[in-house]
């Protein structure tokens, strides 16, 4: 997928003229792009739109102006687009009350190492590769991104409706299974062939 450049940016002043409607197709699309694993994990399939999204609501909200500024948000949310042949998602550990954030966090410390993440197309499993920086032995983020290289012979499959496709989580504290809609599966495809 082609990476965003400053050029792909509106001004604060263009983006805010269209902002309600932007902000509203994007609502939409991450509808069929985002997935519940198990109770505590929600999982946001990120492509350009999702991250040109994300890259006007923060110069929007931090009032960006100068132009490195502006580079700098794109380099840095770039690295959210998939690549050719990945799917990429943001993770999110979601907890309601606030009283339970950190024991949820330090009960998933180590979600972001090793094989605790994939995607399960037939009898095959894509394992998730986290971003690293966003832990430590002590500490876990609530947020995380993970790229998912799929091979040439499991997007085929992924072709096949017959063919379940699944996200699963597998944590010694949290495991969990979500079968992926049809409609998620046309959407992670369109990013397999190169999409938005």
Request: charged content about 30%; cysteine-free; proline content about 6%.
């Amino acid at each position: 997928m082609k990476p965003l450049t400053t050029q792909d940016v509106l001004s604060i002043e263009e983006y805010e003229r269209s902002r309600d409607a932007f902000r509203q197709r994007i609502i939409d699309l991450k509808q069929r792009r985002r997935l519940s694993v198990g109770n505590l994990i929600t999982m946001v399939f990120e492509n350009r739109d999702t991250v040109l999204f994300q890259i006007q609501e923060m110069i929007r909200a931090e009032r960006i102006l100068r132009p490195e500024r502006v580079r700098e948000e794109v380099d840095m949310y770039n690295e959210q687009i998939p690549g050719a042949g990945e799917l990429s998602a943001t993770l999110m550990i979601e907890v309601t009350d606030p009283q339970q954030v950190k024991l949820v966090l330090d009960r998933l410390q180590g979600i972001d190492r090793g094989r605790t993440v994939s995607i399960r197309v037939g009898p095959h499993l894509v394992y998730g590769t986290f971003e690293q920086g966003r832990s430590n032995e002590e500490k876990i983020s609530a947020v995380h991104y993970v790229r998912f290289p799929v091979p040439d012979a499991v997007k085929t499959l992924m072709e096949d409706p017959a063919v379940p496709v699944q996200v699963v989580v597998t944590h010694p504290r949290y495991q969990a299974v979500q079968p992926v809609s049809d409609e998620m599966r046309h959407s992670l495809l369109e990013d397999l062939a190169g999409g938005r």
